[in-house]
Nanobody, 127 residues
Framework: EVQLVESGGDSVHTGGSLRLSCTAS????????MGWFRQAPGKGREAVAT???????EYADTVKGRFTISVDSPKMTVYLQMNSLKPEDTAMYYC?????????????????????YGQGTQVTVSS
């Protein structure tokens, strides 16, 4: 069974940087999409960035130019480099994976509609 484990969440000040990691264990499918979602206190869950095995990448408008998603395919590990962090980036960040969706489709599909998702890692940005 595929399991996703996130790491890298922390508390930083405005303008700081963090790198989140998520490894998908036991993933044996030829196609994948992996992505990051987040949920801030009192707000709905939103997609942040997705990447698929065809190399397509999608970002939410709110993070374009500040966040970079990348993947180490042999390790089935996806990274989210977050720069110029703002207090509004404070949220629980979740990793998701799916064997059928594209990066674009994943951005529009709720987290829990993906095949697999992790438990989350907390990012807190203080001013």
């Amino acid at each position: 069974e595929v399991q996703l484990v996130e790491s890298g969440g922390d508390s930083v000040h405005t303008g700081g940087s963090l790198r989140l990691s998520c490894t998908a264990s036991e993933y044996t499918y030829s196609h994948y999409v992996m992505g990051w979602f987040r949920q801030a206190p009192g707000k709905g869950r939103e997609a942040v960035a997705t990447i698929d095995s065809d190399g397509d990448i999608e970002y939410a408008d709110t993070v374009k130019g500040r966040f970079t998603i990348s993947v180490d395919s042999p390790k089935m590990t996806v990274y989210l480099q977050m720069n110029s962090l703002k207090p509004e980036d404070t949220a629980m960040y979740y990793c998701a994976a799916d064997q059928a969706l594209t990066a674009l489709q994943s951005l529009g599909v709720p987290l829990y509609d993906h095949n697999w998702y992790g438990q989350g890692t907390q990012v807190t940005v203080s001013s």
